[in-house]
């Protein structure tokens, strides 16, 4: 399994019209076959700042996730409304390794 938590930094004036759009992104995300996970987390002391937590079966759902039509739509609508580049941090998982609990 992957990992990838994606830190954003969202200009305060767009904070929901990113979390409208990252829903929409989010619904698309937790139907593909290989996606066990995509939660959608607001940081508490800090509104504008997000954190995504994205769990795959492998690279290659990683790779296709990247080529679905409501992440490119999703990528380019939030373009200009982050005070800094996204920042993707890849991790393995090491608990749990039983899919089911997932």
């Given at each position: ?33 290989g ?20 769990v ?47």
């Amino acid at each position: 399994m992957i990992v990838y938590c994606v830190n954003l930094y969202v200009k305060k004036e767009h904070i929901d019209d990113f979390i409208a759009a990252t829903a929409e992104n989010h619904k698309g995300a937790i139907s593909e076959k290989g996606n066990l996970r995509f939660d959608v987390l607001q940081r508490g002391d800090n509104p504008s700042q997000f954190l995504l937590y994205e769990v795959y079966e492998s690279e290659e759902a990683v790779a296709e996730h990247k080529t679905t039509p409501h992440y490119l739509a999703w990528r380019e609508k939030v373009a200009g409304w982050m005070s800094k580049p996204r920042e993707g941090i890849l991790h393995t998982v090491v608990c749990p390794q039983d899919r089911s609990l997932w």
